[in-house]
């Protein structure tokens, strides 16, 4: 069974540029989970999709905002870019969200340097 | 005061060690628990995930819940180089419709050889 893949693996912007981040979640996973894993801050939450809804988002600004496909993969848009959004993105998936005891399944991440 | 507290390390043991990891939380609402082991530039993998307190074994592998304590722990028995990795506790919330994952800032280990 493949995993959770996320693409591309590194990404390299300038202040005030966008970037996009790309997930395909396991096979027969609905839900999609997007997370910042910044040096020495562990994983803050981002956004959660299921069905192609936005189901909820962490303490971000707008200008970090997503999408889910009718395949359920997912897509993270980060605008306005900031030295500060320099991170480890990680995208997880599970079997259905927030809904009885499903784990989440990680990708390894798009690592986004801001120069 | 954080959901959830774990101690960052780095902790180094000798090969053949029992490790042990913990982290304690502060919402007794908490109901589902998991370890993730996340080695350098690598997204966290799954390692255990338990409900109800009390143990859960998998190998060298034990997940402890003490819930009345608020307090869990992951103990690796007959540690292995290949264990050197950080390692995030999480919990979420049960029911439907309401996302809370949250996740322990990581514990790093090293094995010695």
């Known amino acids: 069974e493949a995993g959770v893949t996320q693409s591309p693996t590194h990404l390299i912007k300038t202040r005030g540029q966008q970037a996009t981040l790309r997930c395909s979640p396991i096979?027969?996973?609905?839900?999609v989970y997007w997370y910042q894993q910044a040096l020495g801050l562990g994983l803050q939450f981002l956004l959660w999709y299921d069905e192609g809804e936005e189901r909820n988002r962490g303490n971000f600004p707008p200008r970090f905002s997503g999408r889910q496909f009718p395949n359920y993969s997912s897509e993270l848009n980060v605008n306005a870019l900031e030295l500060e959004d320099s991170a480890l993105y990680l995208c997880?998936?599970?079997?259905?969200?927030?809904?009885?005891?499903?784990?989440?399944?990680f990708g390894d991440g798009t690592r986004l340097s801001i120069l | 005061q954080k959901e959830v507290e774990q101690d960052p390390g780095p902790l180094s043991v000798p090969e053949g060690a029992i490790v042990s990891l913990n982290c304690t939380y502060s919402?007794?609402?908490?109901?589902?628990f998991m370890w993730y082991r996340q080695y350098s530039r690598k997204g966290p993998e799954l390692l255990m995930y338990t409900y109800s307190s009390g143990n859960k074994e998998d190998g060298r592998f034990t997940a402890q819940v003490d819930k009345s304590s608020k307090y869990i722990s992951l103990f690796i028995r007959d540690s292995q180089p290949s264990d050197s990795a950080t390692y995030l506790c999480?919990?979420?919330?049960?029911?439907?419709?309401?996302?809370?994952?949250?996740f322990g800032t990581g514990t790093r280990l090293k094995v010695l050889a």
């Open positions: 919402n007794s609402a908490f109901q589902y």
């Open positions: 997880a998936s599970s079997l259905v969200g927030g809904i009885g005891n499903q784990p989440q399944h």
């Open positions: 096979s027969g996973h609905t839900s």
């Open positions: 999480a919990m979420r919330f049960p029911g439907s419709g309401t996302y809370k994952y949250i």
